[in-house]
């Protein structure tokens, strides 16, 4: 079974300023996604960003940008020139695509809440 | 449109009572989900379809039953509360061309059960 781990609770950030959330997952899959979540306080969740594990380029969407070391099996998230309305649970998760494709679930880590501060 | 909606947004259950949390997406997406978040934690899977008559059980099924008989709708049912069942339920929807990799979900539905 896969397993996702999110090893920082809560983080804070400054306006406009860079923060890094860290994500680190477990599989024996070659062939796989990461994605991030954003969950703000109205709780819809909210897709951020999304690897393809076959895929070397990080993925980038605005100022959203991640890390992704599949050696090392980590995917850590990049926001930059934060904003007071990044203020939100953040969950990173893992998705091993089934051959027929029906279904594919998502396993997600415990969440970090990340509080961009004025 | 409504994208996935879910009702009631908020319930509170008596232990041994039952209900039935709806989930209703207009978009026309083969697969439906239903998760679980507790609190301070991500979510888990329950259950999921991929079609019309066709579900099948997640991660944490036990206590919990889904029917699908049309496209658009999926609801969730509770047939004997207990309080290990306080939770925050999402459901999400994913057009079957992406295979799951794009999941639309709903608001929410708070639950407690006392």
């Known amino acids: 079974a896969q397993t996702v781990t999110q090893s920082q609770p809560e983080m804070s950030v400054q306006e406009a300023e860079t923060v890094t959330l860290s994500c680190t997952y477990d599989?024996?899959?070659?062939?796989?996604?990461l994605f991030w979540y954003k969950q703000p306080p109205s709780r819809q969740m909210i897709l951020v960003i999304r690897q393809e594990a076959y895929k070397q380029q990080n993925a980038t969407e605005n100022r959203f940008s991640v890390n992704f070391q599949k050696a090392a099996k980590s995917f850590s998230l990049k926001i930059s020139d934060s904003q007071l309305g990044d203020t939100a649970m953040y969950f990173c998760a893992f998705m091993k695509p089934r051959r027929d494709n029906a279904g594919n679930m998502l396993t997600f880590g415990g969440g970090t809440r990340l509080m961009v501060k004025p | 449109n409504a994208g996935v909606t879910q009702t009631p947004k908020f319930r509170i259950l008596k232990i041994g009572q039952s209900m039935t949390l709806q989930c209703t997406q207009d978009?026309?997406?083969?697969?439906m989900y239903w998760y679980r978040q507790d609190p301070g934690m991500g979510l888990k899977l329950i259950y999921y379809?991929?079609?019309?008559?066709?579900?099948d059980k997640g991660e944490v099924p036990n206590g919990y039953n889904v029917s699908r008989s049309t496209t658009e709708d999926f609801p969730l049912r509770l047939e004997l509360a207990a309080p290990s069942q306080t939770s925050v339920y999402f459901c999400a929807s994913s057009p079957r061309r992406t295979g799951g990799l794009e999941q639309y979900f709903g608001p929410g539905t708070r639950l407690t059960v006392t």
């Open positions: 379809s991929v079609g019309a008559g066709i579900t």
């Open positions: 978009m026309n997406h083969n697969y």
């Open positions: 599989t024996s899959e070659n062939n796989y996604y």
